[in-house]
């Protein structure tokens, strides 16, 4: 029986898992190859050993189902973790719901969201290998704030690409950055062939993820050795390190009496979604359950439910391997939508692979309409969503809204990701009617695809 009474369930720190959990071991199919982007044969980790330490490469192609936390990385995690496990008591209430909702709330972190579970990790992994100096893009601020964070507490320097209209819209999110001592740029910069081929053609470029993703690697591959690369989504290691999410959320499930009939998280790259929902799609595929398991994502930059599933650059200027997802092209020009984390072209292929395969379902939303239900959240909750994380809340009342209708109690889990505390502007523009809703039309999907690299076989 469900415990109908409680709000939070806790673990304490002693019950922090000792492991990620890796659902590369758990893939019905093989992945596909990760391709050299000039030859397009397989990579091979000396391929890769110029933008990431080998302890990363090596679990980047790991098959093992579970690999343990460092010490270290668990000592940092305590700050916060485990994060809490809510029961949305006064919500289901104000829905008039027969369904029971549950958010794991991932904004008690330092910085305000998720990303310091893999910014942590992904430091530590560098320290040890003797790196001194980190470069990263950053869309809404939130990876920024977070590898800034771990730069701090193990002693490396971080410089950022912030993507430029988020460097205008959130300026208290650089502000941060560089209060934990990072170097943050508005991109597209001067500073990079990249940003200046973007520049020359478009002079007043708002700028990506995918163009700041371009300029972050720049620096990495031309420090001869000296400044590593550190992406805070899409690739298999940054998904993993994510999955504390959901192996704490196991546990606190338990604890609640209950197992979600739906789990849904918004995605960018896809690592809070995957974060939360790997370890409960393991189960899927181990035990034949039925749980859905459901990814948000803007409408304005609808990867999986819009884009092709084609091998293609992880960045606009194409110097990023190939990796076979769900894209719209990587010079897709994403709207300025303010939710800044999911302006991104592609999806992690761990995401778009299960959605090909109907592990996982995918849904879009309008800005509008993520933040009249991130309000309601926050009238009922208290708990201010970030524009990324409101996805997931549309989502979860909408599954709620469902439930009334057909009567039925299903049980609704999400991931809040972050909190919207820097971004009140964005707030600010939805109550003063100034929010405007983009679709991005398939024709142009259709265009794009025709500048994708051709992958024979
Ligand atoms: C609060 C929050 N949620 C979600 C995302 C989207 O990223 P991902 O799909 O990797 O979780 C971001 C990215 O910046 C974010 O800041």
Not at 6 to 30: G, Q, S, V
Not at 72 to 82: I, L, T
Not at 125 to 151: C, P, R
């Amino acid at each position: 029986m469900p415990d109908n009474g409680h709000t939070k369930f806790l673990l304490n720190e002693d019950e922090m898992p000792r492991a990620w959990y890796n659902i590369l071991a758990d893939l019905p199919n093989p992945p596909a190859p990760v391709l050299h982007p000039g030859t397009h044969q397989p990579v091979t980790p000396d391929d890769l050993a110029p933008l990431f330490p080998m302890a990363l490469i090596l679990q980047e192609v790991s098959t093992e189902r579970y690999i343990d936390i460092p010490e270290p990385v668990r000592d940092v995690y305590r700050q916060w973790r485990p994060s809490p496990l809510y029961r949305a008591h006064r919500l289901e209430k104000a829905l008039d719901t027969t369904a029971r909702i549950y958010y794991k709330y991932e904004g008690v972190s330092p910085v305000g969201s998720h990303k310091p579970n893999t910014a942590v990790a992904q430091a530590f992994y560098n320290k040890e290998a003797g790196v001194k100096k980190l470069s990263t893009e950053t869309g809404a601020g939130q990876w920024g704030s977070a590898l800034a964070m771990a730069g701090a507490f193990f002693g490396i320097e971080v410089e950022i690409f912030m993507v430029k209209i988020s460097y205008q819209q959130k300026p208290y999110r650089r502000n941060l950055m560089e209060t934990y001592g990072a170097t943050v740029h508005a991109s597209p910069t001067n500073l990079t062939n990249a940003g200046r081929k973007i520049l020359s053609e478009d002079p007043e470029s708002l700028g990506s993820l995918g163009i700041a993703i371009s300029e972050a690697v720049e620096v990495a591959a031309m420090s001869g050795g000296t400044t590593k690369y550190s992406l805070g989504s899409v690739l298999n290691h940054v998904l993993m390190h994510q999955t504390i999410i959901g192996e704490e959320t196991l546990m606190q499930m338990e604890r609640a009496g209950d197992y979600p009939d739906v789990v849904i998280g918004c995605t960018g790259g896809g690592s809070n979604f995957a974060g939360l929902a790997f370890p409960f799609a393991g189960k899927k595929l181990r035990e034949g359950l039925k749980t859905r398991i459901m990814a948000v994502e803007p409408m304005a930059c609808p990867s999986l439910t819009k884009g092709v599933y084609a091998y293609d650059f992880g960045d606009t200027v194409g110097m990023t391997p190939l990796v076979k997802m769900h894209t719209l092209g990587h010079d897709f020009m994403p709207a300025g939508i303010h939710a800044g984390g999911l302006r991104y072209h592609g999806m992690s292929p761990l995401v778009s692979q299960l959605h090909e395969e109907g592990v996982i379902e995918a849904r879009a939303y309008h800005q509008n309409a993520t933040f009249q239900a991130s309000v309601q959240f926050a009238r009922a909750e208290g708990i201010i969503p970030a524009p990324e994380s409101g996805h997931a809340v549309r989502a979860a009342i909408d599954e709620a809204l469902a439930a009334k209708e057909s009567g039925d109690s299903r049980v609704i889990l999400f991931n809040l990701s972050g909190h919207g505390h820097f971004d009140m502007s964005a707030y600010d523009s939805y109550f003063s009617g100034k929010l405007q809703d983009y679709e991005y039309p398939a024709e142009a999907v259709a265009e794009a695809q025709k500048r994708m690299p051709q992958v024979v076989g």
